[in-house]
């Protein structure tokens, strides 16, 4: 056989093989290798998409922090306040309920004086009658006494 003739039919069963790959063999190779970039392409959007909603969701949980801890600093300084104005409302209170407790134990001490008052006056009433009796020696009788003793404790 010939050299010549030898590469004349390799170059054609080359061309038949190479005919025949781009007929049969490279369609399919070449539709998997359109999907497979169609599917990262689509997987890297979505990965772009999700990484724009993950920051927009950051976004929005910051926003809600913000939120949160205004509400309750807001919160803490009204019930700040509203301890405060319990406590000053309890304080006024107080401070009447004391007023009125000195008020009344002034008045109970001042009608203790009175009793006590009245009650010195009828002793000494009576210890000046006991005094007039003896020094006159002779008893006075009841209407009489009792008469002396209310003019002594009016004098008193």
């Known amino acids: 056989m010939n050299i010549n003739s030898t590469l004349f039919l390799q170059a054609i069963v080359f061309a038949i093989l190479v005919w025949f790959t781009m007929k049969y063999v490279w369609p399919p ?18 990965a772009d998409k999700a990484k724009s909603e993950l920051a927009s969701a950051n976004q929005r949980v910051e926003q809600e922090l913000v939120t949160s ?7 803490l300084a009204d019930a700040e306040r509203r301890a405060q104005a319990i406590v000053d409302e309890a304080k006024g209170k107080a401070s009447e309920e004391a007023a009125k407790i000195v008020a009344a134990a002034q008045a109970d001490a001042a009608q203790q004086t009175l009793r006590a008052k009245d009650a010195l006056r009828e002793q000494v009433a009576v210890l ?15 209407s009489v006494h009792a008469d002396l003793l209310g003019r002594l404790k009016a004098e008193l």
């Open 69 to 75: 801890r205004n509400a309750s600093q807001q919160r």
């Open 128 to 142: 000046a009658v006991k005094g007039a009796e003896q020094i006159l020696r002779k008893e006075v009788n009841a």
């Open 29 to 46: 190779i070449t539709k998997a290798l359109d999907e497979r970039a169609a599917k990262i392409a689509d997987g890297l959007a979505a």
